[in-house]
């Protein structure tokens, strides 16, 4: 099974990625895929914060930043991954720190084309994206094309993913699919 969980900040969809993998598992290998690049301490707090949520749960963490293929190199596709976030993922390609944030414009369709690919490998994934795309404000080009290539993520995977939920305030909504493991 393969499952794209999309919701604003604090919405609880990375609480029930978690939920949804480990019952997914069965007592089976369980991997979290973290794709954050702590760039101070806010980010540091989330990641201790998604750190703890996850103890006791079994989860193995492998880190993956960019390229999400790699991580199947020490781990078995016959697990279950939760790959957390799609939005860390494209913002450390989009903007790679070794070459000073500069954006890199094939990275999104890279991104794309490599997490279809990852769905297609593995057994079952969970993958939580972040929706940012009611907001009214006007941003910079670069934040807006950042917003446009996760929009395009975003439409790409839950295409191909079994099931596809957005979780607001805590309540879902599914588009696709459906829970029954």
Do not use: W
């Amino acid at each position: 099974m393969t499952c794209f969980i999309s919701g604003g900040a604090k919405s609880g969809k990375s609480a029930l990625a978690q939920d949804l993998a480990v019952a997914l598992a069965k007592g089976g290998r369980r991997y979290y895929v973290a794709t954050m690049i702590s760039t101070g301490s806010e980010d540091d707090d989330r990641i201790r914060r998604h750190i703890a949520q996850r103890d006791g749960m079994g989860f193995e963490t492998v880190e993956c930043f960019r390229t999400i293929m790699d991580c199947l190199k020490n781990a078995d596709k016959e697990g279950v991954f939760l790959v957390d976030s799609i939005t860390a993922l494209l913002q450390n390609s989009l903007f790679p720190v070794e070459k000073n944030y500069e954006m890199d414009l094939s990275a999104a369709t890279c991104c794309a084309d490599e997490l279809i690919q990852f769905a297609r490998t593995v057994r079952h994934a969970v993958f939580v994206s972040d929706y940012i795309y009611s907001d009214a404000a006007r941003y910079s080009g670069s934040t807006e094309l950042y917003r446009k290539c996760l929009a395009e993520i975003d439409r790409r995977l839950a295409a191909v993913c079994d099931t596809v939920i957005e979780v607001s305030a805590g309540q879902l909504v599914i588009y696709k699919g459906d829970l029954r493991i």
